[in-house]
T-cell receptor, first 111, second 114 residues
Framework: DAKTTQPPSMDCAEGRAANLPCNHSTISGNEYVYWYRQIHSQGPQYIIHGLKNNETNEMASLIITEDRKSSTLILPHATLRDTAVYYCIVSPNSGNTPLVFGKGTRLSVIA | DGGITQSPKYLFRKEGQNVTLSCEQNLNHDAMYWYRQDPGQGLRLIYYSQIVNDFQKGDIAEGYSVSREKKESFPLTVTSAQKNPTAFYLC?????????????FGPGTRLTVT
């Protein structure tokens, strides 16, 4: 079972920041937060991950609350190509537990 | 180019037939995975393999079988015992199981069984 809760869908205007929330209130101390996205009919694509500090890369920023019970993925300037399903996953970085993908959030970027 | 290939993109079979989906990677990754995705649903793990000649059942392994005779290849057989085989099947790989968070996915095979 997925250990995260995400809204099923969101809209965002093109050029604006897309903020995708994720609740993971039962996260354990050794579990990381991972984000993937899946464009229609393609395989998922890794975006970013973090433990407790905020992270940024060329694709997105990840903001994790201090209590680690929720996080937000930020796409700073959403484009139409960012329309996809975004998956938030929590999992230990131990190598013994494969990732569990929930239903994700379907982000629609609108022109 | 390095990557994961799955073929064919679309596959049609009659009910009662076994069918094998191919997955090949040239990334020199140790770990490989098979997922199933149904419309509007997230991915569900079928099988995964940490290393050659080793594989483990995922959450929904019933009705499926795999082999890992070569590092590059992880074929999935959908047997006639799988009650609802029509789905989108995705193969993935990672450097090893410790880095399964950074999985690289293939383009997928959409299987339709009638």
């Amino acid at each position: 079972d997925a250990k995260t809760t995400q809204p099923p869908s969101m809209d965002c205007a093109e050029g604006r920041a897309a903020n995708l929330p994720c609740n993971h209130s039962t996260i354990s101390g050794n579990e990381y937060v991972y984000w993937y996205r899946q464009i229609h009919s393609q395989g998922p694509q890794y975006i970013i991950h973090g433990l407790k500090n905020n992270e940024t890369n060329e694709m997105a920023s990840l903001i994790i609350t201090e209590d680690r019970k929720s996080s937000t993925l930020i796409l700073p300037h959403a484009t139409l190509r960012d329309t996809a399903v975004y998956y938030c996953i929590v999992s230990p970085n131990s190598g013994n537990t494969p990732l569990v993908f929930g239903k994700g959030t379907r982000l629609s970027v609108i022109a | 180019d390095g990557g994961i290939t799955q073929s064919p993109k679309y596959l049609f079979r009659k009910e009662g037939q076994n069918v094998t989906l191919s997955c090949e990677q040239n990334l020199n990754h140790d770990a490989m995975y098979w997922y199933r995705q149904d419309p509007g649903q997230g991915l569900r793990l079928i099988y995964y393999s940490q290393i050659v000649n080793d594989f483990q059942k995922g959450d929904i392994a019933e009705g499926y079988s795999v082999s890992r005779e070569k590092k590059e290849s992880f074929p999935l057989t959908v047997t006639s015992a799988q009650k609802n085989p029509t789905a989108f099947y995705l193969c993935a790989s990672s450097i090893d199981l410790d880095r399964d968070y950074e999985q690289y996915f293939g383009p997928g095979t959409r299987l339709t069984v009638t």
